[in-house]
């Protein structure tokens, strides 16, 4: 079982201890003498029986007849008839509780008219407190189990979006590095001395990928410093008619938490349709941090995707949707489309600070 639940378990039985702990001493301070406060332990006894008999009640159901009869079998029918038989135990044990009180502890109220045991006013309120014992009871019993149906419920939830979040990571290593091993190759056929560059390059990402992706969380900093490099690294096969503008205005020693390679396929995305065939094109990548809020906003020209690119499988911006609403659940706002002249696209997205 888990954590979660046990220590609920815990808070149950301390606030059940609490409770029947007030029920049964605070009456000591009204079965006192009112000269010196002295309990009156005959009279305090004698009304002991009556929270003795409502605990034996509610436990009877709280740990047996609601379990058994209502959460397990639904059987309405057994579970208010055995409560019929309880109800009328209980007065019997409270009756004999007060004459064995009156027997063995006759000074008790020797200055009063003793009041005959069977009284119809006294079975009527009786029975009624009982009833409300037994409702209570099952009261408590049902918000319990909505309580650790609600907890597993969302004990579950986490582990399943955790796993989902460890395949979403595993699946973007792949296709991370495909792209780059791609742009890499096209590389080596007309610079190879750039070729050489960008593997060098390529291994400091790695170490990025590979260590800091395996975490939920990386400061900030880091990241901004993996988009940089990343940019570098595709910038070496551009020619000068692409215009490539980063304004990553990120503090190094910036901390604020962000899922790692959240951006990247943003960026991936404009570099595959960022430029046209004959080498021009324009990417405008801009990243900042204020009061906790991070925006990463990215413009490119727009051009179809040259049937002979296998730069990618298009599993990318799925996967940042994907990973946002699990890792940022509203607290993300994500606009992407094209301009109005529809020659450039744009994709903006804004993660806020944890409240």
């Not at 008219?113 to 407190?129: E, G, I, N, S």
């Not at 750039?194 to 291994?203: C, R």
């Not at 490099?229 to 910038?235: A, G, P, R, S, V």
């Not at 692409?242 to 205005?249: G, L, P, R």
Request: aromatic fraction near 12%.
């Amino acid at each position: 079982m888990s954590t979660d639940i046990e220590k609920s378990k815990s808070r149950y039985l301390i606030l059940h201890l609490l409770c029947w702990t007030v029920l049964i001493i605070v009456p000591l301070f009204f079965h006192s003498s009112n000269d010196d406060w002295t309990v009156v332990w005959n009279r305090y006894i004698r009304w002991l029986g009556n929270p003795v008999t409502y605990l034996i009640v509610f436990y009877l159901n709280y740990l047996w007849l609601v379990p058994r009869y209502l959460l397990k079998k639904k059987d309405w029918k057994s579970f208010l008839f055995i409560n019929l038989m309880v109800i009328i135990g209980a007065i019997f044990l409270m009756d004999v509780w007060h004459w064995c009180a009156v027997q063995w502890l006759p000074e008790i109220n020797n200055d009063q008219p003793r009041k005959p045991f069977f009284r119809f006013p006294r079975y009527f309120w009786a029975v009624l407190l009982l009833i409300l014992i037994i409702a209570l009871a099952v009261a408590v019993r049902m918000i319990q189990r909505w309580h650790h149906i609600e907890e597993a419920r969302k004990e579950a939830e986490a582990a399943r979006a955790e796993a989902e979040l460890s395949n979403l990571r595993n699946q973007l290593n792949p296709h991370f590095l495909l792209n780059t091993l791609n742009n890499i190759y096209a590389l080596i056929a007309f610079d190879q001395d750039k070729a050489q560059t960008a593997v060098g390059e390529l291994s400091k990402l790695l170490r990025h990928v590979l260590y800091e992706n395996q975490q939920d969380f990386v400061p900030l900093c880091k990241e901004a410093d993996f988009m940089r490099n990343y940019i570098e690294l595709m910038k070496i096969r551009l020619t000068d008619n692409v215009k490539i503008e980063t304004n990553i205005n990120i503090q190094p020693n910036d901390s604020t938490p962000v899922a790692p390679l959240i951006f990247i396929s943003l960026i991936e995305n404009a570099f595959k349709h960022g430029i046209s065939p004959q080498g021009s094109g324009k990417i405008k990548v801009d990243l900042s941090q204020a009061d906790g809020n991070i925006t990463c906003e990215i413009h490119n020209t727009c051009y179809p995707k040259r049937e002979n690119d296998k730069s990618g499988s298009g599993i990318g911006l799925e996967q940042v949707s994907r990973r946002l609403e699990l890792m940022y659940p509203d607290r993300y706002t994500w606009e992407k489309g094209m301009t109005d002249d529809g020659k450039e696209y744009y994709s903006k997205i804004i993660i806020k600070k944890e409240s």
